[in-house]
């Protein structure tokens, strides 16, 4: 793949290539109008694949939180069109990457050395690039090593791309100007922090330590004084990334193996740390030949706060979500109602959570689910389209839940979609074993 030699870091730059994009975009749908008067039955399925074309195109030589943004998106498959998800999937893995010249500069500026003279050796190709940084093989006393290196001026970009981004994202989502910032300042506040290499080598020594005792579960070690704000080294870890695994396992036994230590993972950080691995896409996670999990990005960890971790929970179960006084408790709790909310507004809003958490919460209504279940899945699909369309969402303020939905929310779809692509059937409190 074609690497590049600068990736534009001022406001000015970055507006200028999103503006481009836009231009682009703006283009297809006048292409697509222009067909579908000539033959009515043409479908929006081209637009949706030129449009996801231009808007990646766009985006990749960007890298950061542009970039971010598309890799999340990617994870959302009963939302976005099957064109966008194919194509923002890919930042996960095949963005261009740096230039060998502006590896070495920016191990000069922060090591203040070459990497070939920090390592016995040192792979100038990298081995994988996605949205804030590319990793590199290594080998240093007899140890093969991965060495993650983040894009120059992503941290710096951040509030600048999401300012940019803001006034899509409310569109897209029927955000309203009230309250909107707290939204957007949780997304940027998590987006800084994955930035902060010093803050993820500690806080996956952290997770890593406190979950230790799940079996069939792998971390690599992370070694601080080869490590920095921007620079990343780590034990290599040899396996398939997730998404490959799924795409060639035949073998149900062991779907079933990494299902359930996937799921203990996540439920263990929830329940016991209540703090959680909150990046739940493949590539954050190998699978080794004998089907042991390996976790190997601790970017993004999101802290669940008592005062939300526990209404969300009692929602999971089904005798308080069809308490009608209970219900509209948590609903309060969560900042899913309003005091200040209309009768109209209230009625809404607690019968179309009613009908998602009813569905959305039946993993925890049994003691084991089969996330292989089509039904399931297909009554998500569903649901989703439903209110996609639905005109009366539109019409109400679609700022509705604490802030913490935002990453507690994308954890959870993240899970349950890797869950479906392993085909998994897991016992759903096993992970209270390992407390």
Known sequence: MKTIDKIPTNKIQRASKLMSTGVKVGG????????????SETTRDELNESNAEDIYDGLKNLKGSALKVA?????EKNIMPKAYVEKFS????????LSAPLVRKTFKKYFGDTPESLFDTFDAESVAAASIGQVHKATKDGKNLAVKIQYPGVAESISSDLAMVKPVAMKMFNIKGKDSDKYFREVEDKLLEETDYMLEVEQSKEITEACKSIPNLKFPK??????GERIITMDWMTGKHLSEFTKINTDKAKADKVGQTLWDFYMFQMHELKRVHADPHPGNFLVDEDANLIAIDFGCVKTVPEEFYVPYFEL???????DPVVFLEKMYALEILKKEDSPEETKFFSELFFEMLSLFTKPFHSET?????????????????????DTEIRKMNGNRGSKHFLYINRTFFGLYNLMNDLGAKVSINNYKNYS
């Open 222 to 227: 992370y070694y601080e004084e080869l490590s």
């Open 369 to 389: 689910f089969d996330f292989s279940d089509t039904e399931f899945f297909g009554k998500i699909a569903e649901l989703s389209n439903k209110y996609s369309k």
């Open 90 to 97: 890919l930042a996960q893995f095949q963005v261009p990457p």
């Open 28 to 39: 297809n749908y006048l292409k697509y109008y222009g067909k579908k008067l000539v033959n």
């Open 316 to 322: 999971a179960k089904p005798e308080n979500i069809n």
């Open 71 to 75: 890799q999340m998106l990617s994870m």
